[in-house]
């Protein structure tokens, strides 16, 4: 065993090179055993071990300077940087995080998660080198996809205008999360084909100079490669061939089911059903379908009966429930733009403009990247385009790089757009096909996440849709809960117990939107109640319960008590014990309403 005595990649250096295919080895067999037991980005892993250790064998980190894109591709490095126990220890799994973060390590430059930043960030690395007259090496790896983002051609096209000494590894493993979308990857299709000597060459276009590498899983001839480009004094590309899922053969077969999986069985690849979110208890209403696959399902409909209908995705099309199958069969009705967030927002509005309905469906996390798309198109056009918000949840990722529950206060400052919050399966579906419908501006929908897909089969479409009013569940007298979309179900529970624990019959509302606050309801319910809760599965500061409380400050005599999620980056929390500590529990929030009835 090699792999248990790197305690630096000082120790990486000193292997002799006869060790270094064991070393290899190693590092897969702990990527595919750690995967297994607690789930995590496997084939773009797996697709960069002999490329990692390469890159430790040649540059002295951290003197010089190494960056991973997106670093989801980091789990080698992290072994080869003093972290292998975090892998191989099934006690210390989890230990670390699935992103590079520097609170770990002085060999992770910077905490990153999302994609196409590597090149900018090496660029100012290089510049300021220089500026101090020192000569390290700065690497930038970039690869899985990443090259579609804007971000990534503005650091090229500014590292050839820099001219300085910086190395850019283009990892091509021919794939981005789901297959590659893009006119730049037929340019990498055809130097693939051509080893590299295709004239069609985007990176020399751009000034760089351009090296290849075929065979990215040769560790030999990658050293090789980066020794000859170390020291260099320009910028230069080496465009190295891999294969995603590399030494896997379930990942390798199917990188797109593989690039992040839950827990599975090692030896069959069979992937364990997924548990239920730590902290979403169980809802006797849900079903076994997801909002994934209704969603899917809901939008061929669409497809079927209305021509104008698109579907699109930045490189995610599996939130939405379009499958490889699904996918063909909407023919030119789907649109993956890759990784490309901003663009996707103002592609929609386009679409928008000429006609269309347009749905595009985005995770939270990544949805931030295009806020002035957001703003300066979608929002400032009035185009009438659908956005569905996947993982606005304290119950989604949890790594600080990837949180999606600041979509309140971020969406609630763009005048114009309409954010829907709905309770079930049955308001989701509705609240899309009304938006698709509408002709109006833009809508975005707050897409549940806790519990499961929870059905209200009671459930009737309000008389004026969604631009106004709010369902009153229960009418009650004293205390309102106001429980905002995937808060309802705790909402629920929290007005049976104030039953039970305080003899209050609490009036329960489902407000539905997201940013906005319909006066006229909520001066009328403060005509009989003392005291109004809100309930967010959100950030506290700038979301919907502070909208609330600036409402009813104006009448003076109604009290609030705003229960919601910190304005803060958590990171691989524990998500009963951040409810909990933020007192977003039946207990903690029927505790608190008890002390404000005493005073």
């Not at 579609?148 to 503005?154: N, P």
């Not at 489902?510 to 599965?537: F, K, Q, Y």
């Amino acid at each position: 065993m090699y792999l248990e005595h790197i305690g630096s990649p000082a120790d990486v250096r000193a292997l002799p090179a006869e060790a270094v295919p064991r070393l290899c080895a190693e590092i897969r067999e702990a990527i595919v055993s750690s995967c297994a037991a607690r789930g995590g980005h496997v084939a773009s892993n797996l697709a960069v071990v002999e490329l990692t250790v390469a890159l430790h064998r040649v540059f002295e980190t951290p003197r010089d300077k190494v960056v991973f894109d997106v670093s989801h591709q980091t789990y080698a490095h992290k072994m080869l940087t003093g972290r292998a126990a975090a892998f191989t220890d099934p006690a210390r799994l989890g230990e670390v995080s699935g992103f590079s973060c520097p609170g770990e390590s002085k060999h992770d430059l910077f905490a990153t998660g999302h994609t196409s930043t590597s090149v900018s960030l090496a660029c100012g690395l290089a510049h300021a080198r220089d500026l101090a007259g020192e000569t390290y090496d700065v690497v930038a790896v970039i690869g899985d996809g990443a090259l579609s983002g804007g971000l990534a051609f503005e650091g090229l096209d500014n590292a050839a205008e820099l001219g300085s000494g910086l190395i850019v590894v283009v990892n091509d493993n021919e794939w981005s999360i789901a297959p590659n979308h893009g006119g730049i990857y037929r340019d990498l299709a055809e130097l693939r084909a051509t080893r590299g000597a295709s004239e069609h060459n985007v990176f020399r276009a751009l000034g760089l100079d351009y090296r290849y590498v075929e065979n990215g899983h040769d560790e030999a001839a990658l050293e090789a490669a980066l020794a000859e480009l170390r020291g260099c004094d320009h910028p230069v590309v080496l465009h190295v061939h891999t294969e995603k899922g590399h030494g896997y053969a379930p990942a390798a077969a199917d990188p797109e089911r593989w690039h992040h999986a839950a827990p599975f069985d090692p030896a069959s690849g069979a992937v364990e059903a997924p548990a239920r979110p730590a902290g979403a208890p169980a809802d006797p209403a849900a079903t076994e379908e997801t909002y994934a696959s209704v969603t899917g399902a809901l939008l061929m409909d669409w497809m079927r009966t209305d021509p104008r209908v698109v579907a699109v995705s930045a490189a995610t099309p599996y939130i939405m429930g379009f499958t490889p199958e699904l996918r063909a069969r909407a023919g030119a009705h789907f649109v993956d733009v890759g990784i490309a967030e901003e663009h996707a927002v103002s592609y929609v509005t386009g679409l928008a403009r000429a006609g269309a309905r347009p749905v595009l469906g985005i995770y939270a996390t990544f949805l931030q990247r295009a806020y002035d798309q957001l703003w300066h198109d979608l929002c400032l056009n009035g185009a009438a385009a659908t956005i569905l918000v996947f993982g606005a949840s304290a119950l989604g990722n949890t790594d600080a790089t990837h949180l999606g529950f600041f979509d309140v206060p971020m969406l609630g400052a763009l005048p114009g757009l309409t954010y829907l919050a709905p309770t079930c399966i049955e308001e989701y579906l509705d609240m899309v096909s009304w938006s698709i419908a509408l002709e109006g501006g833009p809508v975005a929908i707050r897409v549940p996440v806790a519990g499961g897909v929870v059905s209200r089969p009671g459930f009737e479409r309000p008389e004026d849709g969604y631009e106004r009013g709010w369902e009153v569940a229960r009418d009650g007298e004293g205390v309102a809960v106001l429980a905002l979309g995937d808060a309802f179900p705790l909402g629920e529970r929290v007005a049976d117990e104030l039953g039970r624990r305080l003899n209050v019959r609490a009036t329960l509302v489902n407000p539905r939107r997201a940013t906005s606050v319909d006066e006229g309801p909520l001066m009328d319910l403060a005509e009989r109640h003392r005291l109004v809760v809100t309930i967010e599965d959100g950030v506290l500061e700038g979301g919907f319960g502070e909208r609330v409380a600036r409402v009813l400050a104006r009448r003076g005599d109604v009290r609030v008590l705003a229960h919601g999620l910190p304005r803060a980056f958590v990171d691989r929390y524990d998500p009963a014990e951040l409810l909990a500590g933020c007192g977003l529990t039946v207990d903690g929030i029927v505790t608190d309403v008890a002390a404000a009835l005493r005073a």
